[in-house]
């Protein structure tokens, strides 16, 4: 493009077009950015509770296998009478 039609002033009515289409825009992406951070905090407490839920079941299998091995008969005697047992 050559200078002079660079510089040349829009119209008025384009103006306010390109005005009310940048506020619009704004708008939009204050809008987009607002969707971000919730999806984003959303994801961040997901993440914890799943980490949460992942300890919480490795600790209970820890129990579990605890109160297995303190057994009198092991845990082979109570896999054995589970399956008798249910017939």
Do not use: H, W
């Amino acid at each position: 493009m050559d200078e002079a039609t660079q510089n040349t002033p829009l119209a008025p009515s384009v103006e306010k077009a390109y005005y009310r289409k940048c506020i619009e825009l704004k708008r939009r992406l204050n809008d987009v950015e607002e969707a971000n951070d919730a999806a984003r905090q959303r994801k961040a407490r997901l993440n914890r509770a799943i980490m949460k839920m992942r300890l919480e079941r490795a600790f209970l299998l820890e129990q579990l296998a605890k109160r297995l091995q303190n057994t009198p008969d092991g845990p082979d005697k109570i896999k054995t009478d589970k399956i008798t047992n249910s017939d």
